[in-house]
């Protein structure tokens, strides 16, 4: 036996049942039994998710169950389970009759059978021979499933060839991306990897490769958040399958927090769970390095504290950046761990805005207006066309001054509420400057609106926790009124966009055009006095229907290129020109043909 296990990270496809599921889950079956088969999936569900089974289905079971087949089925599960009994006379009698009945289906001998194994009662070996028959008739997934769920409870060694078929019909399924299911859905898929299980387990070897059940896993585990009591059921039964660990089933390491480290909370813990939520027990965990793109390193490398599937580990010292953290895996024999598998941390610090000045400047005489390093809050203050503004700033955390993704200064008008962004740029020794010269930016950038504005920085980064905005200043701008009202671009709609084509070229004159078109038709007048002097004649024209048909298919052609000529498109043309070169074809293949056989004659 072997069992795969997969790392799930971050905000990566989810391979497990988490808490939240599990609790939706057992909220839908904790609902009022209504019916035997109700009663079956309550039972059954409640007991893979390990929850307290209902002593109301123990109830309704020997209330309503009767001696036929399907209420057999769903009751001997129930009495199984939760130990009911089912007092009932002739049971045993009765399957075997189902079971060697003629024209018995698979899904027949499935029911009797597995009811007989959970009823306690004998089972005849035999019936590994009935099976195979039943498999020549139905070559079906379902029926391969039903048949491996019944020969896993039949006394004697499981049947080779049954055992090889398992991979065999699993190559019918249908990949999508990195899923695998059947065409009949989730419970064809669930019920095939619930019967190739239990028959694996009793074969004592993996009947499905890794790679397989991992795809047959995300198609599973895909199907939990959807609606319905019977998909959720289903769902539960293939995750069931793949944690049991005889179908060399994918038990999935998950994240339990999102990866990020912050000064409140420095510890990342990691949790090594199956496909039903559940965590694998006697496994450890360790760090082999923890490394950023710059070398530097957040976890010490060594073993990671916590157990029974939950560690967890401080980060040593808080750098900020994102680091490759290599985890290794101890899990108990017959589990196969991934080697060295990378999970992505991100450590956020917050920054702290320092040597801050805020300057105004009359450009006119070089004279500074106001000049504050924002230790006593906003500073209140005028500009106008004659003004400057150089705002100098560093950010720095605990390591020293950083630069940062998005770091910008932004003036919002209180009156109009429009926004203003001008981008800080660091230097070399990272420190950031906005320079703005009023003259030039009141009608580029302020539309040439005055009023009052708020000064803010604002200080963005996937390494901060959360972005800084820091209020600078309140500014009285004072421009001159521009002649139209500002119009806030944001709003009104854009431009329109006109096209001018190209104007067509101007015509000859209607004489020079006529001139032209005598000369084109010339030749064929020419042609017509050539024949004449030869003595040309249409006397020996036969009138048959093949002579009309060609010499008419001919002009009917010259009539359809001369209208393509004053204006018909080449659709219309080509349509027409088909039809008529067809019968053209064909009686001047007949006339020929008569011609040729009049010549003979003579």
Same mark, same amino acid.
């Given at each position: 036996?072997?069992? &795969?296990?997969?790392?799930c990270?971050?905000?990566?496809l989810?391979?497990?049942?988490?808490?939240?599921?599990?609790?939706?889950?057992?909220?839908?079956?904790?609902?009022?039994?209504?019916s035997?088969?109700?009663?079956?999936? #309550?039972?059954?569900?409640?007991?893979?998710?390990q929850?307290?089974?209902?002593?109301?289905?123990?109830?309704?079971?020997?209330n309503n169950?009767?001696?036929?087949?399907?209420?057999?089925?769903?009751?001997?599960?129930?009495?199984?389970?939760?130990g009911?009994?089912?007092?009932?006379?002739?049971?045993?009698?009765?399957?075997?009759?189902?079971?060697?009945?003629?024209?018995?289906?698979?899904?027949t001998?499935?029911?009797?059978?597995?009811?007989?194994s959970?009823?306690?009662?004998?089972v005849?070996?035999?019936?590994?021979?009935n099976?195979?028959?039943?498999?020549?008739?139905?070559?079906?997934v379902?029926?391969?499933s039903l048949?491996?769920?019944?020969?896993?409870?039949?006394?004697?060694d499981?049947?080779k060839?049954?055992?090889d078929s398992i991979?065999?019909?699993?190559?019918?399924?249908?990949?999508?991306?990195?899923?695998?299911s059947?065409?009949?859905?989730?419970?064809?898929?669930?019920?095939?990897?619930?019967?190739?299980?239990?028959?694996a387990?009793?074969?004592?070897?993996a009947?499905?490769?890794?790679q397989?059940?991992?795809?047959?896993?995300?198609?599973?585990?895909?199907?939990?958040?959807k609606?319905?009591?019977?998909n959720?059921?289903?769902?539960?039964?293939?995750l069931?399958?793949?944690?049991?660990?005889?179908?060399?089933?994918?038990?999935?390491i998950v994240?339990?927090?999102?990866?990020v480290?912050s000064?409140?909370q420095?510890?990342?813990?990691?949790?090594? #769970?199956?496909?039903?939520?559940v965590?694998?027990?006697?496994?450890?965990?360790?760090i082999?390095?923890?490394?950023g793109?710059?070398?530097?390193?957040?976890?010490?490398?060594?073993?990671?504290?916590?157990?029974?599937?939950?560690?967890?580990?401080s980060?040593?010292e808080l750098?900020?950046?994102?680091? /490759?953290a290599?985890?290794g895996?101890e899990?108990p /024999?017959?589990? &196969?761990?991934?080697?060295?598998s990378?999970?992505?941390?991100?450590?956020?610090?917050?920054?702290e805005?320092k040597n801050s000045?805020?300057?105004?400047?009359d450009?006119d005489?070089?004279?500074?207006?106001?000049?504050?390093d924002?230790?006593?809050?906003?500073v209140?203050?005028?500009?106008?066309?004659?003004?400057r503004?150089?705002f100098?700033f560093?950010?720095m955390?605990?390591?020293?001054?950083?630069?940062?993704?998005?770091?910008f200064?932004r003036?919002?008008n209180?009156?109009?509420?429009?926004? #203003?962004?001008?981008?800080a740029?660091a230097?070399?020794?990272?420190?950031?400057?906005?320079?703005?010269?009023?003259?030039?930016?009141?009608?580029?950038?302020?539309?040439?609106?005055?009023?009052?504005?708020?000064v803010?920085?604002?200080?963005?980064d996937?390494? &901060?926790?959360q972005?800084?905005?820091?209020?600078?200043?309140?500014?009285?701008?004072e421009?001159?009124?521009?002649?139209?009202?500002?119009?806030?671009?944001?709003?009104?709609?854009?431009?329109?966009?006109?096209?001018?084509?190209?104007e067509?070229?101007?015509?000859?004159?209607?004489?020079?055009?006529?001139?032209f078109?005598g000369f084109?038709?010339?030749?064929?007048?020419?042609l017509?006095v050539?024949?004449?002097?030869?003595?040309?004649?249409?006397?020996?024209?036969?009138?048959s229907?093949?002579a009309?048909?060609?010499?008419?298919g001919?002009?009917a052609?010259?009539a359809?290129y001369?209208?393509?000529?004053?204006?018909?498109?080449m659709?219309?043309?080509?349509?027409?020109?088909?039809?008529v070169a067809?019968i053209?074809f064909l009686?001047?293949q007949?006339?020929?043909?008569?011609?040729a056989?009049?010549?003979?004659?003579?």
């Amino acid at each position: 036996m072997r069992v &795969l296990v997969t790392l799930c990270v971050l905000a990566s496809l989810a391979c497990s049942l988490s808490p939240a599921n599990r609790e939706k889950i057992a909220s839908v079956f904790n609902l009022p039994i209504d019916s035997l088969k109700s009663a079956y999936q #309550v039972t059954v569900a409640r007991s893979i998710l390990q929850l307290p089974l209902l002593e109301t289905s123990c109830d309704f079971v020997a209330n309503n169950a009767q001696l036929a087949l399907a209420d057999l089925y769903f009751a001997s599960h129930i009495s199984k389970i939760q130990g009911c009994p089912v007092d009932i006379a002739g049971i045993e009698d009765f399957l075997n009759s189902e079971i060697a009945g003629e024209g018995a289906s698979m899904n027949t001998v499935f029911k009797a059978v597995t009811s007989l194994s959970n009823f306690g009662m004998t089972v005849d070996g035999s019936v590994n021979e009935n099976i195979a028959a039943k498999l020549k008739e139905e070559d079906t997934v379902m029926a391969h499933s039903l048949a491996y769920l019944a020969a896993a409870v039949l006394p004697g060694d499981v049947p080779k060839d049954l055992v090889d078929s398992i991979e065999d019909i699993a190559h019918r399924a249908d990949t999508i991306g990195n899923a695998m299911s059947f065409e009949g859905g989730l419970m064809e898929t669930s019920m095939f990897l619930k019967g190739a299980a239990v028959l694996a387990q009793k074969a004592g070897k993996a009947a499905l490769t890794d790679q397989m059940t991992q795809k047959f896993a995300n198609y599973i585990v895909s199907n939990k958040d959807k609606a319905g009591k019977s998909n959720l059921f289903y769902t539960l039964v293939g995750l069931d399958a793949l944690s049991s660990g005889s179908l060399v089933p994918t038990h999935l390491i998950v994240l339990d927090n999102s990866a990020v480290i912050s000064e409140g909370q420095s510890t990342l813990k990691v949790s090594l #769970v199956n496909p039903l939520g559940v965590t694998v027990k006697d496994s450890t965990a360790k760090i082999v390095s923890a490394k950023g793109a710059g070398g530097q390193a957040i976890f010490t490398p060594g073993p990671m504290s916590g157990g029974d599937g939950v560690f967890e580990v401080s980060a040593s010292e808080l750098t900020r950046g994102v680091f /490759s953290a290599e985890l290794g895996f101890e899990l108990p /024999s017959g589990y &196969l761990a991934p080697d060295n598998s990378v999970v992505k941390v991100k450590c956020v610090l917050p920054v702290e805005l320092k040597n801050s000045a805020f300057k105004l400047i009359d450009v006119d005489d070089n004279r500074i207006l106001t000049n504050s390093d924002l230790s006593g809050g906003a500073v209140q203050a005028k500009a106008d066309l004659s003004t400057r503004l150089i705002f100098d700033f560093t950010l720095m955390d605990g390591a020293g001054e950083v630069t940062l993704h998005q770091v910008f200064v932004r003036f919002t008008n209180t009156k109009t509420k429009q926004n #203003v962004f001008f981008i800080a740029q660091a230097d070399l020794k990272k420190k950031y400057t906005i320079d703005l010269n009023f003259r030039s930016a009141a009608a580029k950038s302020f539309g040439s609106v005055a009023g009052q504005y708020s000064v803010d920085l604002i200080v963005g980064d996937a390494t &901060l926790p959360q972005a800084m905005i820091v209020d600078v200043a309140t500014l009285t701008l004072e421009v001159p009124d521009s002649k139209e009202p500002a119009a806030d671009l944001s709003k009104q709609a854009k431009p329109e966009i006109t096209h001018l084509f190209r104007e067509p070229e101007k015509r000859p004159p209607q004489a020079i055009s006529m001139v032209f078109t005598g000369f084109i038709i010339l030749p064929a007048l020419i042609l017509l006095v050539v024949w004449a002097k030869l003595g040309a004649n249409i006397s020996n024209i036969n009138l048959s229907l093949s002579a009309v048909g060609f010499h008419g298919g001919l002009l009917a052609i010259i009539a359809i290129y001369t209208n393509f000529f004053l204006g018909a498109n080449m659709f219309t043309t080509v349509k027409y020109l088909a039809g008529v070169a067809v019968i053209t074809f064909l009686c001047g293949q007949r006339l020929l043909s008569s011609i040729a056989a009049a010549k003979k004659a003579k």
